[in-house]
T-cell receptor
Framework: GQNIDQPTEMTATEGAIVQINCTYQ??????LFWYQQHAGEAPTFLSY??LDGLEEKGRFSSFLSRSKGYSYLLLKELQMKDSASYLC??????????WGAGTKLIIKP | NAGVTQTPKFRVLKTGQSMTLLCAQD?????MYWYRQDPGMGLRLIHY???????AKGEVPDGYNVSRLKKQNFLLGLESAAPSQTSVYFC????????????FGEGSRLTVL
């Protein structure tokens, strides 16, 4: 079967750095996505990785290792507004998205 | 600047009742999707469409039907609602590859009693 694993919940301090991990086992691979979802709101696109390595976008970076079936989302200089769930999703060989259950990130002052 | 709009935002149904959720997008996207989101689970694909007049089943299609008569609209129907269909439903659209990022509607919270 296909599976995406990410921690259920993480806590971090305002101003700090946090890394949210995602491991996957899917039928083929055609890209990995990270989405942010604030409570009661819709998911919004953060990043897309299809090749190994690090993609940086402001305070957010996403890393991919296809050989290890592993990705992480790195959030720097955490702000209270970063409190949200972070969803990892992999596009499989049929170009369908397989979603993880999400990591709820709690930011404390 | 509407993007993806879903109606209604909230609905309470009794078991056995029917209803339709409407999704409208103004970005001229080819691909449209209906997902459900339940606590502790990832988004699950119900049905999707790769263009006007086309529909296909996703991971959890039972109990739902869809139609895409116009490119900008994607309707999700529940013919006979069941308590197991209590969920938050998200519509999304995408412009296609290579990135294919999804643009989501605000969600529709459905409760079936």
């Amino acid at each position: 079967g296909q599976n995406i694993d990410q921690p259920t919940e993480m806590t971090a301090t305002e101003g700090a750095i946090v890394q949210i991990n995602c491991t996957y086992q899917t039928s083929g691979f055609n890209g990995l996505f990270w989405y942010q979802q604030h409570a009661g709101e819709a998911p919004t696109f953060l990043s897309y990785n299809v090749l190994d390595g690090l993609e940086e976008k402001g305070r957010f970076s996403s890393f991919l290792s296809r050989s290890k079936g592993y990705s992480y989302l790195l959030l720097k200089e955490l702000q209270m507004k970063d409190s949200a769930s972070y969803l990892c999703a992999v596009r499989d060989s049929n170009y369908q998205l397989i979603w993880g259950a999400g990591t709820k990130l709690i930011i404390k002052p | 600047n509407a993007g993806v709009t879903q109606t209604p935002k909230f609905r309470v149904l009794k078991t056995g009742q029917s209803m339709t959720l409407l999704c409208a997008q103004d970005m001229n996207h080819e691909y449209m999707y209906w997902y459900r989101q339940d606590p502790g689970m990832g988004l699950r694909l119900i049905h999707y469409s790769v263009g006007e007049g086309t529909t296909a089943k996703g991971e959890v299609p039972d109990g739902y039907n869809v139609s895409r008569l116009k490119k900008q609209n994607f309707l999700l129907g529940l013919e006979s609602a069941a308590p197991s269909q209590t969920s938050v439903y998200f519509c999304a659209s995408a412009n296609g590859l290579p990135t294919g990022e999804l643009f989501f509607g605000e969600g529709s919270r459905l409760t079936v009693l």
